[in-house]
């Protein structure tokens, strides 16, 4: 008889699969006796501990604060017709890809820039293509491509706090032509399949900052012609990029049509990476990488919007529209349903945060506002909103309205 524990909550897929490795490597490790085997069990067992304790921690905060628990997105089947596949590529279509890059881009840690590929390419083109091929049918992405050198740009303020730089990190040249084949046929496919949903923006044929604002702007034009007020909250990502899990990464991918042997693919490009970081003359020790997109590579803008595809979804009552890592929230309502709106919004926040917890995701409350709209004699009425939404907020982000 086999007796079947409760199932506990927090254990997700990607934990019960590290379990399962982590009891592999443990069974090895006993057969072999080798002291690798045994670091490496140990390694993973910590990874696992950490894991539940991190997951437990989450369910305990989400239970604590009153945020509903949200399930992922059932997956369903496709068939295998309508999966996406890699296809070979020519040595045309290479060199159009190597000619479409700018020359004075700064090179990678082997400082083998994409001017010298273009200049060398009569030579080094049948090459590139047989590695790029060999790349997309193996569904492994080389090791040597996988190690960057992340150089920090000053966003704003002093320069030694870190959060005040953008890191961007300087990949190899001959990665990025790689990266470049894979996205033209991601997005040709996510497009003819019409994967993405319609409300994000950016790395998107005909989608800007300029056609989101515009549609923004008119929306809340319409809503003043009725007489309504509209409420505007911009949500802004911790850290986003750097936050991605490749576990969920990957299980999204898987969602939305990704072949196996593609998916194989993905798994060896996120996987196995490292870092240092440049500053000055200086160099630090590599370290390794295990979440998020590098910031700086062709894949990485659209590999977040899948990661994010879903977002839109989650508020009931209202419209979320994405540009990268900010999406703003609209809803429009008459003064007299103020309370309603402000119940409406912060159930909307409730439900983004309990999403951006399944998603290993934070939403950054020192970026995120709310703004109220409308004509000045309905704005005039908005302070009773102003407070009772304070009133009602979630109170681990610290709303602070309008300012």
């Not at 921690?57 to 009153?66: F, I, K, M, P």
């Not at 009569?122 to 590139?128: A, D, F, W």
């Not at 295990?290 to 009552?317: A, H, M």
Request: charged fraction near 25%.
């Amino acid at each position: 008889m086999k007796i079947r524990h409760r199932q506990v909550p927090f254990v997700d897929d990607e934990i019960k699969e590290l379990m399962k490795n982590r009891n592999r490597l443990h069974k090895f490790a006993r057969l072999t006796g080798m002291p690798a085997k045994w670091e490496k069990y140990r390694a993973l067992r910590d990874k696992v501990k950490l894991g539940i304790n991190t997951s437990a921690t989450a369910l305990a905060l989400l239970t604590e604060h009153g945020l509903p628990i949200l399930n992922p997105p059932t997956a369903t089947e496709i068939p295998e017709i309508d999966q996406f596949y890699f296809h070979s590529v020519s040595c045309s279509e290479i060199s159009r890809v190597v000619m479409s890059f700018s020359s004075n881009k700064a090179p990678g840690f082997d400082k083998v820039s994409m001017a010298v590929i273009k200049d060398a390419l009569p030579y080094n083109l049948p090459t590139l293509t047989q590695i790029v091929n060999c790349s997309l049918e193996t569904g492994v992405f080389p090791t040597a491509w996988k190690k960057a050198e992340v150089i920090p740009l000053l966003k704003e303020g002093d320069y030694e706090i870190p959060n005040n730089n953008r890191p961007v990190s300087l990949l190899v040249a001959a990665s990025k032509i790689c990266e470049r084949v894979v996205l033209k046929q991601l997005t040709e496919y996510m497009t003819k399949r019409k994967k993405f949903t319609k409300h994000r923006s950016g790395n998107r044929k005909l989608h800007s900052t300029e056609t989101l604002n515009i549609f923004i702007s008119d929306l809340i034009l319409q809503s003043m012609d009725r007489r309504e007020v509209t409420a505007l909250l911009l949500l802004d990502l911790c850290k986003a990029f750097d936050s991605l899990d490749h576990f969920i990464l990957l299980r999204k991918l898987s969602n939305i049509g990704i072949s196996k042997p593609a998916l194989f693919w993905f798994k060896s490009y996120l996987t196995g990476r490292c870092q240092s970081v440049h500053i000055a003359s200086v160099l630090s020790d590599e370290c390794e990488i295990t979440r998020g997109v590098p910031q700086g590579s062709t894949l990485g803008p659209v590999l977040f919007n899948i990661y994010i595809n879903d977002l839109p979804g989650v508020p009931k009552e209202s419209n979320l529209e994405s540009y990268m890592d900010d999406s703003k929230i609209y809803l429009a309502f008459s003064i007299r349903d103020a309370e309603l709106a402000a119940m409406k919004l912060t159930e909307h926040i409730r439900r983004i945060t309990a999403w951006c917890c399944l998603n290993s995701l934070l939403v950054n409350p020192e970026k995120t506002k709310l703004l109220i709209l409308g004509f000045r004699d309905d704005i005039g009425l908005m302070f009773e909103l102003r407070r009772t939404y304070r009133k009602r907020c979630f109170t681990l982000y610290r709303w602070i309205g309008p300012n």
